[in-house]
């Protein structure tokens, strides 16, 4: 097993998922806000790994979230575009701040 | 040496995943994303987990990325390709991205997993200490060694691990989702 430290996963996890977070927020686009999904729920996932082996190996938890987290996320992005393309059909624009029907 | 690798790869998948959420082209972004995940798929190797290092770019790189360049395509807005990427609170995202970082490290480094240099120094399982200094090795004495994707399929299968039923249930979400998405998304409504 390599000597990296646990935390410099989590650091990297962190960072990840702080830029995730940075296009969530501020793109435009809406495919570019679920990149920006799927580069935090990957952020994640690498947490559950680091801390499946490095805190406790034995267990096969966080594999087994992993594959849930992986499933659920491209259930996620299948029925985001689908959601994307409609908006686009009504609208014919895919920016989010564009789509403003439900505003209160 | 493999420590320097590691960090090579890091630095590339936060690269990319910086250049993915800040090019204009979104063919770009997307291509950037699928190096992104690449990296991700070498990092989660570097966690010893190799099926799901594959399973990585089989989904992400082959399937997700395929998906959303299938989707820039087809919502490719021809009138508004000159206009900027970012919305008006641009700024304000960095900031939130950046306070939401710092506070996770900061939380890092008040937690116990910090300058625990060792990773058989956190284990703390049923195994003798012996055991936990190698724990890639394939000399399987009981329970000891559950590295590979025979053990994975059956921590998902097995009923008595308990993970059968959401296996069986997160596949009827995916097969809903996947019908739920071609209704969506259908031109003439049911």
């Known amino acids: 097993m390599n000597n990296i430290p646990l935390v410099h996963f989590l650091y990297l996890a962190a960072i990840l998922f702080g830029v995730g977070m940075f296009g969530v927020l501020a793109r435009k686009n809406a495919i570019s806000v679920l990149m920006g999904i799927e580069l935090m729920l990957n952020a994640v996932n690498i947490n559950f790994l680091a ?21 659920i996320a491209a259930a996620e992005a299948a029925v985001a575009l689908a959601i994307i393309i409609s908006i686009y059909r009504h609208l014919h624009t895919a920016n989010v701040d564009d789509a403003h029907f439900l505003r209160g | 040496m493999e420590n320097a690798i590691f960090y090579i790869i890091a630095g590339i998948t936060v690269a990319a995943a910086l250049m993915a959420l800040t090019v204009r082209n979104l063919f770009h972004c997307a ?90 120094s956190l284990v703390f399982s049923t195994v003798s200490s012996d055991q936990a200094q190698q724990p890639n090795s394939y000399e399987v004495s009981g329970h000891l060694f559950q590295n590979g994707v025979s053990y994975l399929a059956g921590a998902l299968l097995k009923p008595e691990n308990g993970f059968a039923f959401a296996f069986e249930f997160v596949s009827i979400l995916l097969l809903s989702a996947l019908v739920g998405a071609i209704v969506i998304a259908r031109k003439d409504p049911l």
């Open chain 1, 51 to 71: 801390f499946a082996r490095y805190w406790n190996w034995n267990s096969l938890t966080g594999p087994v979230f992993v594959v849930f987290v992986i499933t």
């Open chain 2, 31 to 120: 291509l950037f994303l699928a190096m992104a995940m690449f990296g991700i798929s070498g990092v989660f190797l570097y966690l010893n987990s190799d099926f799901l290092a594959s399973v990585q770019v089989l989904i992400y790189v082959g399937a997700v990325t395929v998906i959303i360049i299938f989707g820039i395509s087809l919502t490719r807005n021809m009138m508004n390709e000159r206009s900027k990427a970012m919305n008006h609170q641009f700024l304000l995202s960095v900031v939130v991205a950046v306070f939401l970082t710092g506070i996770i490290v900061a939380a890092i480094q008040e937690s116990p997993f910090f300058g625990s240099e060792h990773p058989a």
